[in-house]
């Protein structure tokens, strides 16, 4: 299983930048997808950034051409760069991993983070 611990969060003032972490600790021999989700009050949980392992990076609409997913695969950590930061950006941001390949998909679950709180005022 995969241990996440996000941080990084924090208040800042429209058009800020903040960077999050997600650092990664796991046992066995699996690897893993990570992405970034945020949740906003009363919101569902939303895709921020994936896909990062096999290069096919994606980005939801709201935030492309301002926030850059990227990993340290030798400190086992993904980071989030969000730029030019909305007060719509404002929601607890996690980090999850899903283990890649069937033997690992069929023998383990998906991983969430405690979450990191961004807030961005206007």
């Known amino acids: 299983q995969v241990r996440l611990v996000e941080s990084g969060g924090g208040s800042v003032q429209a058009g800020g930048s903040l960077r999050l972490s997600c650092a990664a600790s796991?046992?066995?021999?699996?690897?893993?997808?990570m992405s970034w989700y945020r949740q906003a009050p009363g919101k569902q949980r939303e895709l921020v950034s994936g896909?990062?392992?096999?290069?096919?990076?994606t980005y939801a609409e709201s935030v492309k051409g301002r926030f850059t997913i990227s990993t340290d695969n030798a400190k086992n950590k993904v980071y989030l760069q969000m730029n030019s930061l909305k007060p719509e950006d404002t929601a607890m941001y996690y980090c999850?991993?899903?283990?890649?390949?069937?033997?690992?998909?069929?023998?383990?679950?998906?991983?969430w983070g405690q979450g990191t709180q961004v807030t961005v005022s206007s």
């Open positions: 999850k991993a899903v283990p890649l390949g069937p033997m690992c998909r069929a023998f383990e679950v998906d991983s």
């Open positions: 796991r046992y066995g021999r699996c690897t893993d997808d």
């Open positions: 896909g990062v392992s096999d290069g096919s990076t």
